[in-house]
T-cell receptor, first 117, second 113 residues
Framework: DGGITQSPKYLFRKEGQNVTLSCEQN?????MYWYRQDPGQGLRLIYYSQIVNDFQKGDIAEGYSVSREKKESFPLTVTSAQKNPTAFYLC????????????????FGEGSWLTVV | GQQLNQSPQSMFIQEGEDVSMNCTSS?????WLWYKQDPGEGPVLLIALYKAGELTSNGRLTAQFGITRKDSFLNISASIPSDVGIYFC?????????????FGKGTRLHILP
């Protein structure tokens, strides 16, 4: 089936550890995104990438890092510099934001819950 | 910067009631998107609007693109339990290198037993 796969669904991290959240898509989409959602809050953009080997910071990039070595993959690393990492993380993809303007859309994965213990 | 304001933040309704929520922007939009997020899942697109004044339906859902291009409304008729969730408005922001999609903070819909 085509879609976006995030893993793991649940992740526990000790303070001071880096963790990496996986996001893979087989939709042949150019653009990929990472959002963070806190309880009772909306979606905040962490990083996004429009093409392979290129990415830009979103609104809350501090303490996070990404890579886009392959079109299908956009892993997010939550570093120890992120002081409050407990949240629900959503990966998404689209043919490209400009394509959204012409009728395509952004698709989300099922999310990953990260908890610091 | 560009902001999307959704209201109300939360709604508590009885099953069968109609629901209305809206989204406003500080700037003019060319596209309005409405998403629904079920608990613990990723958001799913409900309706997309591309033209000022446009009124679009998807089953019991109806959304309108405001004529000022700074607001949009989403209505749900005859609510049912599976309507529970968070409803987001969103807009693709176009730039030279920083095309991205901006989401509002969401309206949380609760249905009372």
């Amino acid at each position: 089936d085509g879609g976006i796969t995030q893993s793991p669904k649940y992740l526990f991290r000790k303070e001071g550890q880096n963790v990496t959240l996986s996001c893979e898509q087989n939709l042949n989409h150019d653009a990929m995104y990472w959002y963070r959602q806190d309880p009772g809050q909306g979606l905040r953009l962490i990083y996004y990438s429009q093409i392979v080997n290129d990415f830009q910071k979103g609104d809350i990039a501090e303490g996070y890092s990404v890579s886009r070595e392959k079109k299908e993959s956009f892993p997010l690393t939550v570093t120890s510099a992120q002081k409050n990492p407990t949240a629900f993380y959503l990966c998404a993809s689209s043919e490209g934001p400009r394509q959204v303007l012409s009728g395509n859309t952004i698709y989300f994965g099922e999310g990953s819950w990260l908890t610091v213990v | 910067g560009q902001q999307l304001n959704q209201s109300p933040q939360s709604m508590f309704i009885q099953e069968g009631e109609d629901v209305s929520m809206n989204c406003t922007s500080s700037s003019i939009f060319n596209t309005w998107l409405w998403y629904k997020q079920d608990p613990g899942e990723g958001p799913v697109l409900l309706i997309a609007l591309y033209k000022a004044g446009e009124l679009t339906s998807n089953g019991r859902l109806t959304a309108q693109f405001g004529i000022t291009r700074k607001d949009s409304f989403l209505n749900i008729s005859a609510s049912i339990p599976s309507d529970v969730g968070i409803y987001f408005c969103a807009e693709p922001k176009e730039g030279n290198r920083d095309d991205k999609i901006i989401f509002g903070k969401g309206t949380r819909l609760h249905i009372l037993p």
